[in-house]
Structure formats: structure tokens, C-alpha cells
């Protein structure tokens, strides 16, 4: 996105750091506001791109340093972007990860699960299994108690339902007379399911829908960049949901998977068939999503 040469660089670090000083922000305050590693701002503001993770970092961070100090972001783009750099960047997430202060890092690894968050989400697995058990040992106990006492019931009522019968087989054939209404067919709903977290990436693997043309849904309380594509490598959209600007996306019906790249996760709802999709981001910037349809 961001034109690499040395000079270049350096004016739109400089243009940036002139926008910080004026509003009296710091550095610390900016890595506060947008998540983003203050070494990274600072090599930002000196030019230094060969310091951040890839392209499609540059273009997320610049974006969201950009929008912090109250600058338009897109217009901050559009005035040191040629047509080239304007160009769809395809983001490279395998060194990427945001540790626990949901600060944005980029590494050579991924952070490992401690026994304590394996634990952590075994735990409520285990908590439903026992009140499965002890759901059906109360069932059983009812049905137990509930089968012994009919039982005297039934010999008392014997001659009361035996006396019933005329009434109601009579009762039953002006009914029967009258035609049953149809019920109305039922249209397929879209069922999300459950999302799950690897590294900066959200994957829905079983979104189950009818096969027809589906509607994404994005809005945001502020500015949110993100590109959004098929299964056939088709983009559907590629640029900025504005604050209070929702966005509706049509989705083929021969869609079986939308992936979402997006370099400002925080303030970006999304809905896929009139279905909440949590991001489950956790604070972090750059994010991705996966959504895994299946007809």
C-alpha cells in the first residue's frame, strides 16, 4: 500500500508524528488507543517499513495511527498511495499474535496453551456431562415414583373412561368432518454454531444455510478497513465500513467459504443471514475470519 522508498516513508512518518505532537499524544498513548506495539509506531514515524511484519500491516497500521491522531484515514491513504499501492494486499498472519495485554505482536512463534487454559476450557465440558447425569437420574426418579401411583389411579378411573367413550367417539366424528389446516412450510434459518480461535484467526466451520443468495452485513461505530472474499477468490468487498455507514454484501449461493481479512477488528459487527458472527478478537487490530458454509 505504502510507496517503500526511503524518503517516501519518512514523510508519511513525519506527517504522522507532526499530527501526534499537535493533539499532545504520546507514543505509550497511541499504543493505548489502537493495540499496536509501540516499537512499531516509533519505526512508523521514522520511515522504517522494513520493520513491520508485511505490507498489509503497513496498511493497517497507518490506517489506525492515522485515524488516532484525527486525521481521515482514507484520505491520509489517498495522498501518499499511488494506484499500484492501492492494489489488494493479501495479509500474512503466521508470525503474527496478541498477547494478554491485547497488544498486536509479530514473532517467529505462536503462543502455546498453558495447562491452566487447557484446563480452563475443559472444565465447563465436564460441569454440562455431570448435569446431563444428574438431569436424567431425576427423570428417572420421577418417572419411577410417578408410574406407581398411576397404577392405583387407573383401577379407580376404569369405569369413568369406559362411560366416556360413546361421548367422545361421537364428539371425535364431527371433528374428524372438518379438514385439518395445512401447516405453513417452514423456510430454512441460517445456524451459525460455535466460532473457534487460532492464532489472529475466528474459523465458523459448520454455518449451516440454504442454498441460496445470503446477505453480509457490516457496520461499525468508527472507521474499520477489511477486505472480504470467496471460495472462488471473487472479492466481494475490499475498503472502509465508515461509522454509522453499514455495508450489505451479497454472498452467491455457491458460496461455501467467505474470508474476512480486516485491519481494524474492534469496532466491526458483522452478520452473516441475520445472524450475529463474534469476531472474538479479544482487543486485537488486525484480525481474521473464516466462515465455513454448508447447504
Known amino acids: 500500500m505504502i510507496k517503500m522508498s526511503e524518503e517516501h516513508n519518512q514523510e508519511i512518518g513525519q506527517a504522522l508524528q507532526g499530527a501526534r505532537i499537535e493533539k499532545g499524544l504520546s507514543l505509550d498513548d497511541i499504543q493505548q488507543m489502537t493495540k499496536i506495539q509501540k516499537r512499531y509506531l516509533q519505526a512508523i514515524e521514522n520511515g522504517q517499513f522494513d520493520q513491520l511484519p508485511g505490507k498489509f ?16 484515514a482514507d484520505e491520509f491513504i489517498k495522498d501518499h498511495a499511488s494506484d499500484e499501492d492501492l492494489k489488494p494486499v493479501e495479509p500474512d498472519f503466521e ?5 494478554t495485554d491485547n497488544i498486536t505482536r509479530a514473532g517467529m512463534h505462536r503462543e502455546t496453551e498453558s495447562p491452566v487454559d487447557k484446563t480452563r476450557q475443559v472444565m465447563p465440558k465436564v460441569l454440562i456431562a455431570v448435569a446431563a447425569v ?11 415414583a410417578f408410574s406407581g401411583t398411576s397404577k392405583s389411579a387407573t383401577n379407580s378411573s376404569s369405569v369413568a373412561v369406559s362411560s366416556s367413550k360413546v361421548e367422545s367417539s361421537s364428539s371425535s366424528k364431527k371433528a374428524s368432518s372438518k379438514p385439518a389446516p395445512k401447516p405453513a412450510p ?11 480461535v ?22 461499525a461505530t468508527s472507521d474499520a478497513w477489511l477486505q472480504v472474499t ?7 468487498f475490499n475498503g472502509t465500513v465508515k461509522a454509522n455507514a453499514p455495508q450489505s454484501i451479497k454472498v452467491p449461493a455457491t458460496a461455501t467459504n467467505i474470508k474476512m481479512q480486516i485491519g481494524n477488528a474492534n469496532p466491526l459487527k458483522v452478520k ?4 450475529d458472527i463474534d469476531m472474538k478478537n479479544n482487543g486485537a487490530t488486525v484480525w481474521n475470519a473464516n ?4 447447504h
Open 291 to 294: 466462515l465455513m458454509i454448508k
Open 57 to 72: 500491516y503497513e496498511r493497517a497500521f497507518v490506517r489506525q495511527y492515522a485515524a488516532s491522531v484525527g486525521l481521515d
Open 186 to 196: 417452514k423456510q430454512p434459518a441460517v445456524k451459525v454454531g460455535n466460532g473457534v
Open 272 to 275: 452473516f443471514g441475520n445472524q
Open 230 to 236: 470467496d471460495n472462488a477468490g471473487t472479492m466481494l
Open 95 to 99: 508470525g503474527a499474535r496478541v498477547d
Open 198 to 219: 487460532s492464532g489472529n484467526t475466528v474459523t465458523y466451520n459448520n454455518i449451516q444455510a440454504p442454498k441460496k443468495e445470503e446477505v453480509l452485513q457490516l457496520a
Open 134 to 144: 444428574a438431569i436424567v437420574l431425576i427423570v428417572w426418579a420421577l418417572v419411577s
